[in-house]
């Protein structure tokens, strides 16, 4: 069992940055991928970024390529999502997601568990 607490959330002017953290407590977050998710008001969840367990390998939505960085600090068993140059469109929930054996990174039927979120606002 692991537990996920999203944080860093918060309202911004657009062209500005966030950085969110995932932190784990419980199991080894390390033995899990992570993907973060977000969901804005009256669309589906979709997929924004990955990260495998060893961070050798990150995946990204293309709507946030070149924006937006995952990274992973196995010491603080922390996942961290920095959001840079940020549009209005990327106002939503952001949810961090684990996952034991994810081969897939963009569906999120293949995490086992995921935090409670945290509201991102980009003001116009």
């Known amino acids: 069992q692991v537990q996920l607490v999203e944080s860093g959330g918060g309202l911004v002017q657009a062209g500005g940055s966030l950085r969110l953290s995932c932190a784990a407590s419980g199991r080894t977050f390390s033995s899990y991928a992570v993907g973060w998710f977000r969901q804005a008001p009256g669309k589906e969840r979709e997929f924004v970024a990955g990260i495998s367990r060893t961070a050798g390998y990150t995946y990204y939505a293309d709507s946030v390529k070149g924006r937006f960085t995952i990274s992973r600090d196995s010491a603080k068993n922390t996942v961290y999502l920095q959001m840079n140059s940020l549009k209005p469109e990327d106002t939503a929930v952001y949810y961090c997601?684990?996952?034991?054996?994810?081969?897939?990174?963009?569906?999120?039927?293949?995490?086992?568990?995921w935090g409670q979120g945290t509201q991102v606002t980009v003001s116009s």
């Open positions: 997601a684990g996952g034991v054996a994810v081969r897939a990174y963009g569906s999120s039927t293949e995490y086992n568990y």
